[in-house]
């Protein structure tokens, strides 16, 4: 699309000006620079009404729930393994208890996550009702389990790491990285431990992630 033409003509502007920046200043060959996203976009289609599905179920449970997860908070905790089969059943999403989750999720068990988590498959997003427009927010209540999305988002992010399409970018210029080298994948998690090592600095504590070798010059 344009929009999208446009945006890529206004990145690679930037990233020109900032590297002929760098061309300018006199320790120009100790410098390094990273190019990244957080994450890619998924295109979605269908929203998951978390708030149908309890009511289908006779589940009572709060709902927080944005982009592609939302968090249980059950009124009865002894409820539970109750709920846990019931959404089992569904084919749209992915449900887990605190503290079985994955454990790139890095979510901890603290109190704040919930007592599951549902984690919607592509092209299934999920929205808090409060999100929905106006005059759509009666179907949380009355409308099906799962509704066309034509209203709502084109493509969101937070589908588990993997998922095709929500890889982020990264590009590494400069001192201490390989030159014309395409390597494979590098975590989020992995850019803190890379940028101090390159620094000649002790990383933070804790560290999740490794250095990410594979694209560093190793002279």
Do not use: C
Request: no cysteine.
């Amino acid at each position: 699309s344009e929009a999208t033409r446009n945006a890529v003509v206004a990145s690679d502007a930037a990233v020109g000006a900032i590297l002929d920046a760098i061309r300018q200043l006199p320790y120009r060959d100790r410098v390094t620079l990273f190019v990244t996203t957080d994450h890619g976009m998924a295109p979605v289609t269908t929203v998951v009404n978390v708030a149908r599905i309890l009511r289908n179920h006779d589940i009572d449970a709060e709902a927080i729930s944005t982009g592609t997860t939302a968090f249980l908070y059950l009124a009865d905790p002894s409820g539970i393994d109750r709920a846990h089969r019931l959404l089992s059943a569904y084919e749209e999403f992915d449900v887990y208890r605190t503290g079985d989750h994955p454990e790139d999720w890095h979510l901890g068990s603290g109190p704040r996550v919930g007592d599951l988590i549902i984690s919607s498959r592509p092209p299934y997003f999920i929205e808090d009702i409060e999100l929905w427009p106006a005059w759509a927010r009666w179907l949380g209540r009355w409308g099906p389990e799962f509704m066309w999305a034509g209203f709502s988002l084109k493509a969101t992010h937070g589908y588990p790491a993997g998922t095709p399409g929500v890889d982020g970018i990264l590009y590494a210029w400069g001192s201490g990285v390989s030159k014309a080298r395409e390597v494979g994948t590098v975590r989020a998690v992995d850019l803190h431990p890379t940028v101090t090592r390159l620094l000649g600095i002790e990383t933070g504590i804790p560290t999740d992630g490794t250095v990410a070798t594979s694209m560093l010059d190793s002279h």
